[in-house]
């Protein structure tokens, strides 16, 4: 089921949407489509723009031609991203998500950052302090998007050290409410 089928069999209004990354498009146009659902949409180093420089995420990804990325470069990938990352990609069928990672690089019209800006929710930003500084971070601060960073951190979901993240939107859910 899709975040918009499951959101209407709930008879959701107001859903307060979290995404990371590739899956922050995915939240976005669900915002800008039915707006009715959305109260509040928090991406932690989404997509927002078409051909982003290349790193282990989707535009590293998306830099190999398909049968290269799934004939190799898939593992390559899953050896340089860290074990949090790779618990979950590997979930993932290598050429699913090499199609999803060159559509997210080819980008959108409008872009995942205009239709973002262009919500009239209670929208945020949150970035790792160590991914550097977010692109465009005036024009989504000028448009309402709260950024913040989160020190100490190579992605918001990934820290630096070997360890597992903490789950607190599920062991600590008022940890969310500071977003």
Do not use: K
């Amino acid at each position: 089921m899709n975040a918009l089928a499951a959101l209407d069999e709930a008879g959701a209004t107001d859903a307060e949407l979290i995404a990371h990354s590739m899956g922050g498009p995915v939240a976005i146009v669900l915002a800008h489509r039915r707006p009715d659902l959305v109260s509040r949409l928090v991406l932690t180093e989404a997509n927002l723009d078409p051909h982003p420089p290349v790193h282990a995420g989707s535009s590293g990804i998306a830099s190999y031609e398909e049968d290269a990325y799934v004939n190799g470069g898939h593992a390559r990938v899953l050896e340089r991203i860290g074990p949090q990352w790779a618990a979950t990609m590997r979930l993932a069928d290598p050429r699913a998500l090499h199609r999803s990672a060159t559509g997210l690089v080819r980008g959108s019209n409008p872009t995942m950052r205009r239709m973002r800006e262009g919500l009239a929710i209670n929208r945020v930003f949150l970035q790792g302090a160590l991914s550097g500084e977010p692109v465009g971070r005036d024009a989504l601060e000028d448009a309402g998007v709260r950024v913040v960073r989160s020190p100490a951190r190579g992605t918001t979901s990934c820290p630096t050290t070997r360890t597992p993240p903490p789950r607190r939107s599920l062991e600590r859910p008022e940890a969310a409410e500071t977003l």
